[in-house]
């Protein structure tokens, strides 16, 4: 499974990425106004450090719109994916995208029909939000298996994105699932190197270390 990494901080991105962890990374409006920076400015630092996949979302509603945004977006480096919201607009712009060779990712999707349209428009990536499902009482990764199940039915090849991934085990399941990949915040990617044990385990081979004759 592809790990991405779900920030609009380059200190971050650069330590998961020096980890060893990342293979691309999302960003949303609401990560980049965190960034204080101009969005192209912060997603051409971003694609210095990291040569994967990263995901740049358009502003616009409307077709025209999105397609003239995008169509910036991805100037700025060839591993930008354009990130589209999943509305009727959205959908006619990936189309079009699609047929121009830009990779798409289609953002806020909380359902398998919205999904199953996305990958019809030909999206690269299609980022169901299970955090914010289970957050309405819905069960989020009911979701991914959806639509790991209709992709592989039909043999679409859009790459379910797992996203609004709160804590470790929405990765695990993800993965047991057969996402093709999630997108984590910084704090879940470090969540996932610790354990108790073996916080435990270390502290007891340093200490019999000193035992060692020198
Ligand atoms: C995905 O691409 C989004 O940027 C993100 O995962 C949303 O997560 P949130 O629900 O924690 O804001």
Redesign the pocket.
């Known amino acids: 499974m592809k790990i991405f990494i ?1 920030s609009g901080d380059v200190g971050e991105i650069r330590e998961a990425q020096q980890m060893g962890a990342i293979d691309g990374v ?3 409006p ?2 980049l106004a965190k960034a204080g920076k101009p969005t192209k400015t912060v997603i051409a630092e971003i694609c210095e450090i990291v040569d994967g996949p990263i ?1 740049a979302e358009v502003l616009a509603t409307e077709k025209e719109a999105i397609l003239r945004e995008g169509r910036e977006l991805a100037k700025i480096h060839k591993n930008v994916v354009v ?1 589209v919201p999943l509305i009727d607009e959205g959908l006619k712009a990936v189309r079009i995208f699609t047929q121009e060779g830009i990779n798409t ?1 289609v ?1 806020l999707c909380f359902s398998a029909a919205q999904g199953l349209l996305a990958a019809k428009a030909g999206a690269t990536f299609i ?1 169901p ?1 299970v ?2 499902i289970d957050d309405a009482a819905g069960d989020g990764m009911e979701l991914i298996q959806q639509l790991v199940t209709i992709y592989q039915n039909y043999g679409f090849e859009t790459q379910v ?1 797992t ?4 804590h470790p085990v929405h990765f695990v399941q993800a993965a047991l699932i057969g996402a093709h990949a999630a ?1 984590l ?1 910084f704090k879940v990617i470090k969540q996932l190197t610790r354990h108790p044990l073996t916080d435990v385990g270390l502290a007891q081979f340093l200490a019999d270390a000193k035992k060692i004759p020198q």
Do not use: M, Q
């Open positions: 779900d999302t960003t949303n609401s990560l995901s990130k990712n953002t980022s939000f955090g914010r994105l996203a609004s991934v709160r997108t915040p």
